[in-house]
């Protein structure tokens, strides 16, 4: 007879149903936001989110990790492991003159991992995949009674639900696939004000490009033992490069009013179906030493060739991306009596320079992060908590810096399912 874990069933079941839309509103308060498919989401989870975003070479029969699906393998027979992840920040966007600073808290990403047999392993769950949320606005006055305003603003973002796939080759090497579904909307309002003593005019467009298509990932990795103290896991990842089928919807109007006589004009209202962005291909490379279950440190490399991504309507060039990424986590005794000896301590660090350039200067972002694994004992639950300072841009050049104080809390379950009962 099989016996299932019930109340940890039914706190799954529970936690999906309140999550799925939540994920998908997921938001950002970059200006940067503005340009291309947004901001691009990280693709690691919550312990590996303390240790800079280090993921490509992590494997862990305690954790999902979706950055390089062929991981999973290394879940235990009758494991199932849900992870769930909060996070609330505290933004700060200044330019040479001017600051502000917002805040917000959202539920990001939702994995589940678990063992189809031994040499097989498999997961799935709801990230985000790009974020755009953003409003600037821009004024001149010309002369003493004529004023311009122009604002601009965008919301909306791109989602991945993703099924991940792993299998053993061989006893020490895996391969895997995350077969993905993008999907989304993003939505941008840009709008002139012309204002002049009693007569003013407003343009006001509106555009909203909603993307969906299928996307696939893939990585493989070699573990091994160097000695009786040292093992090593190499792991690479490989994007492919993905046309995303768009439909597009523009609608813009003008208000004049002329000497208090208001008129209202249609400008554009059109809709197709028959388009499409290009999403570049990536590759990924990371390596990971291990000294018993002490200590974990590594580093990855991403390379992602934006080059290649095409926008609706916009000649705007992007850069390729590079991000360097190390990491690390230290256990005193994971077997100790004592609890505080069983805490994972958790640093990073990263480099990024992004997608965006203006003029000659590429935005670049870099960030810090430290955190701690806490497990719950008789329970197989470990809390995550994370926190992470970074940076993006520069106020040179009439650009804007942001800085970002994050806090990361991290839910990772793991119950053992399908466990046979014996009668003696």
Same mark, same amino acid.
């Not at 300072?389 to 119950?415: A, D, M, P, R």
């Given at each position: 007879?099989?016996k299932i874990?019930k109340?940890?069933?039914?706190?799954f079941?529970l936690?999906?149903?309140?999550?799925?839309e939540?994920?998908a509103?997921?938001?950002t308060?970059s200006?940067y936001?503005r340009?291309?498919?947004g901001?691009i989401?990280s693709k690691s989870?919550?312990r590996d989110?303390a240790m800079?975003?280090?993921?490509?070479?992590?494997?862990?029969?305690?954790?999902?990790?979706?950055?390089?699906?062929a991981?999973l393998s290394a879940?235990?027979?009758?494991s199932f492991i849900? *992870?769930?992840?909060?996070q %609330?920040?505290?933004? !700060?966007f200044?330019?040479?003159?001017?600051?502000?600073?917002?805040?917000d808290?959202?539920?990001?990403y939702?994995?589940?991992? #678990?063992?189809?047999t031994k +040499? +097989? =392993?498999?997961?799935?769950?709801?990230?985000?995949?790009?974020?755009?949320?953003?409003?600037?606005?821009e004024t001149q006055?010309?002369?003493?009674?004529v004023?311009?305003?122009n604002t601009?603003?965008?919301?909306?973002g791109l989602?991945?639900?993703?099924?991940?796939?792993?299998?053993?080759?061989?006893n020490?090497?895996s391969?895997? @696939?995350n077969?993905?579904?993008?999907?989304?909307?993003?939505d941008?309002?840009?709008?002139t004000?012309?204002n *002049?003593?009693?007569n003013?005019?407003v343009i006001t467009?509106?555009d909203?490009?909603?993307?969906r /298509?299928?996307?696939?990932?893939?990585?493989i990795?070699?573990?091994?033992?160097i000695?009786k103290k040292y093992s090593?896991?190499?792991?690479?990842?490989?994007?492919?490069?993905?046309d995303?089928?768009a439909?597009?919807?523009?609608f813009a109007? %003008?208000?004049?009013?002329v000497?208090?006589?208001?008129?209202? /004009?249609?400008i554009?209202?059109t809709?197709?179906e028959?388009?499409?962005?290009t999403?570049?291909?990536s590759m990924?490379?990371?390596?990971v030493?291990?000294?018993?279950n002490?200590l974990?440190a590594?580093? /990855?490399?991403?390379?992602?060739? +934006?080059? /290649?991504l095409?926008?609706?309507d916009?000649?705007?060039?992007?850069e390729?991306?590079?991000?360097?990424i190390? =990491?690390?986590?230290?256990?005193?005794?994971?077997?100790?009596n004592?609890?505080?000896?069983?805490?994972r301590?958790r640093?990073g660090a990263?480099?990024?320079n992004?997608?965006?350039?203006?003029?000659?200067?590429q935005?670049n972002?870099?960030?810090?992060?430290?955190? #701690?694994?806490?497990?719950i !004992?008789?329970? =197989? @639950?470990i809390?995550?908590l994370?926190?992470?300072?970074?940076?993006?841009?520069t106020? *040179?050049n %009439?650009?804007?810096?942001?800085?970002?104080?994050?806090f990361?809390?991290?839910l990772?379950l793991?119950?053992? +399912? #399908?466990? !046979?009962?014996?009668?003696y």
């Amino acid at each position: 007879m099989l016996k299932i874990n019930k109340y940890f069933l039914i706190a799954f079941v529970l936690i999906i149903s309140i999550i799925g839309e939540t994920i998908a509103q997921n938001s950002t308060s970059s200006p940067y936001s503005r340009y291309g498919i947004g901001e691009i989401s990280s693709k690691s989870f919550g312990r590996d989110k303390a240790m800079g975003g280090l993921s490509i070479a992590m494997r862990s029969s305690l954790y999902v990790n979706p950055s390089n699906p062929a991981s999973l393998s290394a879940i235990k027979p009758n494991s199932f492991i849900f *992870e769930l992840s909060i996070q %609330n920040s505290v933004n !700060k966007f200044s330019t040479s003159s001017l600051s502000h600073s917002s805040s917000d808290a959202n539920i990001k990403y939702m994995g589940v991992g #678990f063992p189809v047999t031994k +040499w +097989w =392993g498999a997961g799935f769950g709801l990230k985000p995949f790009s974020s755009v949320g953003y409003k600037v606005i821009e004024t001149q006055n010309i002369g003493d009674d004529v004023e311009i305003r122009n604002t601009y603003e965008g919301s909306g973002g791109l989602n991945q639900f993703y099924f991940a796939n792993s299998v053993k080759l061989f006893n020490k090497l895996s391969i895997g @696939a995350n077969f993905s579904y993008i999907f989304g909307s993003i939505d941008r309002l840009s709008q002139t004000a012309l204002n *002049e003593g009693l007569n003013y005019s407003v343009i006001t467009a509106r555009d909203r490009v909603t993307l969906r /298509d299928m996307y696939i990932n893939m990585g493989i990795q070699y573990h091994g033992k160097i000695n009786k103290k040292y093992s090593f896991v190499i792991g690479a990842t490989y994007d492919n490069k993905t046309d995303l089928k768009a439909r597009v919807s523009k609608f813009a109007t %003008n208000i004049m009013s002329v000497n208090s006589t208001l008129f209202l /004009d249609t400008i554009v209202d059109t809709y197709s179906e028959n388009n499409s962005i290009t999403l570049p291909s990536s590759m990924g490379l990371g390596f990971v030493l291990k000294n018993n279950n002490k200590l974990t440190a590594g580093f /990855d490399y991403i390379n992602t060739n +934006w080059s /290649d991504l095409k926008m609706l309507d916009s000649d705007r060039k992007f850069e390729n991306l590079n991000s360097y990424i190390v =990491g690390l986590e230290y256990i005193p005794n994971h077997i100790s009596n004592k609890y505080f000896n069983t805490v994972r301590y958790r640093f990073g660090a990263y480099f990024t320079n992004t997608y965006l350039k203006f003029d000659s200067e590429q935005i670049n972002e870099y960030g810090v992060s430290c955190g #701690f694994g806490l497990p719950i !004992k008789k329970s =197989g @639950a470990i809390v995550n908590l994370g926190f992470e300072y970074k940076q993006k841009g520069t106020v *040179e050049n %009439n650009l804007i810096k942001e800085e970002y104080f994050i806090f990361h809390f991290n839910l990772s379950l793991h119950s053992i +399912w #399908f466990v !046979k009962r014996k009668f003696y």
